[in-house]
């Protein structure tokens, strides 16, 4: 039984397409052309000719009304009892899950002895030493915000599992989205990325304005994810671990297509055949994949198309089709399991919500509500992804490792040899650099440093593509870079003593405009370009002394986007902006950073006017700050994360290092990975050619299960391989069918 009448119809519709039903839906042509007057969302779906409609909905309560009219109390009572019994799920602040110690201190306690611990070894390891007191003081203010925030637990729980992954054989990524951030992730070897060198923000994964839970999303080798969870399962127990349910929607084509196969159209002027309805069905589709239509277009999106809705006046049948379609569109035909979603918690899963088992996977519970569910009732969600092309890696280095050759991946990422092969096009098996447009992305930039590989990375995507050229064009010198905030920079000299007693002293040497803005200056930390070397010039033409002065507003800003060519292409770099800028702290700016960026009317009425007020107060101009406002407008929409495009480059950076250095290797794992991909396979063994790698048919007596390097190879008259050069035998496994 359903609340809705439409929503019984549909899901009747449903139950037939799924085998479940014998009866279809009917509908009379003739009747349906007599009501053209009524919506066509609203026209009766009519059952079979002698078929009795049977109510498979809950009756509304006219209806009830007019079967009990002789029994007002039964209604009235019936009512009575159901919101007696009814039960509501509330909303819940979410809950941190606890971690038992075994040392005997507090969370707080274990996470700062295990992070300052963590810190020693990072120093010594990476030389370090001379910016000592920086990483320490970056480290006692991450703990602190973690701390206040009651979140030591959290990370404590994941440094747990992840450091078990690492123990265990199981490679783990660099880290991912803004987790790679923190320094305490990296002392805990939660991350594999020193945030300091590269600018990350802590405050963009935490800051005390921050109401939300941090997130860290695990990449794990593809072949090790499942050993993590079953690790995380037989620690915490299934009364505390579990899946998480994903419910499968109905898609707009889907939806045409059960409802052609479900209907059936009645009437003088109706075939009794389904091929009346193909072209009906052929219609809907060619209009969901026309031109500047979204993958994921709806059926009401095609109702906002002109045409479209004229054809709906003039067929009746394509009418009745699109109508019985839009009751599908967007059930849920099915319930699966979230691909990486993985609730970890301190009480039983239960008392949060409905834990049932999965068809698929018996041995772990998965929660009876979806992701988004889950973390409304205040449970938490842990993401165990799997990279396949950490599983490469993994393979290639496990088969050096099986033929003497023990090596660690290169990890400086300032190896030129490396970037010379990233530019020479040949990017299979590369991560994130192997497309077509990622191949025409590198020959235009021709990255020749780790920031430029990070960059790419982060401008290959919808939106922010147009600016790779640009980037390219200023890169090599083709184009002027143009930076924010020009006149803002710090004049060369400066006043050695304060501000108003040099303009005191100099104000008839200067225009009166000049000597009206500087005394405007609060301090002469702002004195801008234009009128401070106009000041320092009437100073030194009187021989009084000046001073060198530190970088200003512009200077500042000029050198946080040297890297990106002038361009606001990272989100940590609008929120540093706005601290320089504005006096924002980091927690303001992140929060005027997402107000932007989502078109957010309350934040930016909070934000915007103290951002025009800061920049006012430190000496920019107001058509400076609409300028600046400006960038930040067009970038805040297309602004990537730096922490993960920093910490994804560098596995982008690993691949390229095994394929520069061990090509065998590295091709020998990437066949493995990509077995059984016709398309692919294609692709590598074509480049393969190219790089020199030869390849031989897999031998019974000498092939193992998966491809292996053999270095040279002798004896293989027929084979691909170059005396000279590298060789690679086919394993058993590539035999289709074997």
């Known amino acids: 039984r359903y609340a809705v009448e439409v929503d019984a119809r549909a899901y009747e519709i449903l139950g037939f397409g799924r085998g479940e039903r014998e009866r279809i839906v009917a509908i009379d042509l003739e009747i349906w052309e007599m009501n053209r007057t009524v919506p066509y969302m609203k026209r009766p779906l009519r059952p079979r000719a002698g078929e009795v409609a049977v109510p498979y909905h809950i009756p509304d309560h006219l209806t009830f009304s007019r079967w009990f009219e002789d029994l007002p109390d039964a209604i009235s009572n019936t009512r009575a009892i159901a919101f007696r019994a009814g039960y509501y799920v509330k909303a819940a602040p979410q809950e941190p899950p606890a971690f038992i110690t075994t040392d005997g201190l507090t969370e707080n306690e274990s996470l700062a002895r295990q992070a300052r611990a963590g810190l020693e070894e990072i120093i010594s390891e990476h030389g370090l030493e001379a910016d000592r007191d920086e990483y320490e003081d970056r480290l006692e203010m991450e703990l602190g915000v973690i701390g206040e925030k009651n979140f030591s637990g959290y990370f404590l729980m994941v440094s747990d599992f992840v450091s078990w992954a690492r123990d265990n054989g199981v490679i783990v990524g660099e880290g991912r989205g803004s987790g790679a951030g923190s320094l305490v992730a990296w002392t805990m070897r939660i991350t594999g990325v020193n945030p300091i060198p590269y600018g990350l923000l802590f405050e963009r994964f935490l800051n005390p304005e921050r109401a939300s839970m941090p997130d860290f999303d695990i990449d794990f080798a593809s072949n090790g994810r499942d050993r993590v969870i079953e690790y995380v399962r037989q620690r915490y127990g299934d009364d505390y671990v579990c899946g998480i349910a994903a419910f499968s929607a109905l898609r707009a084509k889907t939806s045409a297509a059960m409802a052609m196969s479900s209907t059936q159209m009645v009437g003088q002027t109706a075939l009794q055949t389904m091929a009346f309805t193909l072209d009906d069905r052929r219609t809907i589709d060619r209009y969901l994949t026309a031109p500047g239509m979204s993958p994921s277009a709806t059926l009401r999106d095609l109702e906002a198309i002109p045409d479209y809705m ?57 929660s009876g509500y979806d992701m988004k569910g889950v973390e409304k009732v205040g449970a938490v969600k842990f993401d165990f992804l799997g990279l396949s092309n950490l599983e490469m890696i993994g393979n290639a280095v496990r088969m050096m490792a099986d033929d003497g050759l023990h090596i660690s991946v290169d990890t400086k990422l300032a190896d030129p040899n490396v970037y010379e092969t990233v530019r020479g096009g040949l990017l299979e098996g590369i991560f994130q650099l192997s497309s077509h447009g990622m191949n025409k992305a590198i020959s235009q930039v021709e990255p020749d440093r780790f920031p430029d590989v990070a960059v790419i990375s982060a401008l290959y995507r919808p939106g922010p593509m147009k600016y790779i050229a640009s980037f390219a064009n200023r890169k090599h010198g083709r184009e002027n870079v143009v930076f924010p905030l020009q006149e803002s920079r710090a004049p060369a000299f400066r006043p050695v003593g304060s501000l108003s007693q040099a303009l005191d002293t100099v104000s008839q040497d200067l225009p009166s405009d000049v000597v009206a803005r500087l005394r405007r200056l609060t301090d002469k930390t702002f004195l801008r370009y234009s009128d401070g070397t106009l000041l320092a010039e009437a100073l030194m033409a009187r021989g009084l002394p000046v001073e060198k002065s530190p970088p200003g507003i512009g200077d500042t800003l000029q050198e946080l986007l040297t890297e990106t060519n002038g361009y606001f292409v990272y989100q940590e770099q609008i929120m540093i902006a706005s601290r320089v800028v504005a006096g924002f702290s980091y927690g303001e700016a992140d929060l005027f950073r997402r107000a932007i960026g989502k078109k957010d009317k309350a934040g930016l009425d909070a934000l915007k006017p103290r951002f025009y007020e800061g920049c006012r107060s430190r000496g920019v101009t107001d058509i400076e700050i609409d300028g600046l406002y400006a960038d930040f407008e067009a970038f805040a929409n297309y602004g990537f994360n730096k922490s993960h495009a920093v910490a994804y480059s560098i596995i982008t950076y690993k691949t390229a290092w095994l394929k520069t250095y061990f090509p065998d290797y590295f091709y020998a794992a990437l066949l493995t990975e990509k077995r059984g991909k016709k398309t692919n396979i294609s692709a590598i063994m074509d480049e393969m050619m190219l790089y020199g790698v030869g390849y031989c048919m897999p031998d019974v007596n000498r092939s193992h299960v998966e491809s292996r390097p053999m270095g040279g190879v002798n004896g293989y008259a027929d084979d691909l391989a170059r005396d000279d050069g590298y060789a690679i035998l086919g394993g058993l496994a590539d035999i289709a069918g074997f």
């Open 310 to 366: 004229a054809l709906l006046d003039k067929n009746a049948s394509l009418a009745a089709i699109h109508r019985v379609a839009r009751c599908l569109e967007g059930l849920y035909s099915h319930q699966t399991r979230h691909a990486a979603g993985v609730v970890i918690s301190s009480r039983p899963l239960t008392t949060f919500f409905p834990v049932i088992r999965d068809r698929k996977a018996v041995d772990l519970p998965v």
